[in-house]
């Protein structure tokens, strides 16, 4: 049973627009959620978290948005950079240490 | 600052054969310490956590075994590995619980 779940396999954005990547979940009870970034043959990179009582959090060109009432979370970067091409995974927490991970997203910026 | 070591990056090993996968981390005392692996077309799934030296939880059956015989440094161990033992192996650590965990580099496990 997979309680998060990023939909989207892959994403390819043009330099300078927008990316979105979305994460859904199933359980209620997660307070926390979190992005990686990951290169390949590297381990996860921390990006950015939000607290179930926020429903937006900035840091830079990134931006996390969570809509409780929807289960819903997405990752908005702004604007896009070749750098940023990675997988990226979201990640949840409930009132405990575990954290339930995505299978992840491959976006791709385009020069 | 802290920083989170595993080795080695690469191990490609027989089945039926031994394993031992090696995680260290500086700049920090009494760390929470996690294993999980990432198969293929798949997400993280953690496999033992540990609170302080000799604590060790299971998430998941399975062939592996983990141990931590000093504060710092956490070991990932099979007595013969399988085919299904594939994968990338992902250390990491956090200052308590429910706090933010940062990974090392990992290791890619290919069993032949």
């Known amino acids: 049973d997979q309680q998060v779940k990023q939909n989207s396999p892959s994403l390819s954005v043009q330099e300078g627009r927008i990316s979105i990547l979305n994460c859904d979940y199933t359980?209620?009870?997660?307070?926390?959620f979190l992005w990686y970034k990951k290169y390949p043959a590297e381990g996860p990179t921390f990006l950015i978290s939000?607290?179930?009582?926020?429903d937006k959090n900035e840091d830079g060109r990134f931006t996390v948005f969570l809509n409780k009432s929807a289960k819903h979370l997405s990752l908005h970067i702004v604007p896009s950079q070749p750098g940023d091409s990675a997988v990226y995974f979201c990640?949840?927490?409930?009132?405990?240490?575990?954290?339930?991970f995505g299978t992840g997203t491959r976006l791709k910026v385009l020069a | 600052s802290q920083t989170i070591h595993q080795w080695p990056a690469t191990l490609v090993q027989p089945v039926g054969s031994p394993l031992s996968l090696e995680c260290t981390v500086e700049?920090?005392?009494?760390?929470?310490l996690y294993w999980y692996r990432q198969a293929a077309g798949r997400g993280l799934q953690l496999l033992f956590y540990s609170v302080g030296i000799g604590q060790i939880s299971s998430e998941v059956p399975q062939n592996l075994s983990a141990s931590r015989p000093q504060d710092r440094q956490f070991i990932l161990s099979s007595k013969k590995l399988l085919l299904s033992d594939s994968g990338f192996y992902l250390c990491a650590w956090s200052r308590a619980l429910q706090e933010t965990q940062y990974f090392g580099p990992g290791t890619r496990l290919l069993v032949l």
């Open positions: 359980n209620s009870m997660f307070d926390y």
């Open positions: 939000i607290s179930s009582i926020k």
């Open positions: 990640a949840a927490i409930s009132g405990t240490y575990k954290y339930i």
């Open positions: 700049g920090t005392s009494n760390p929470n």
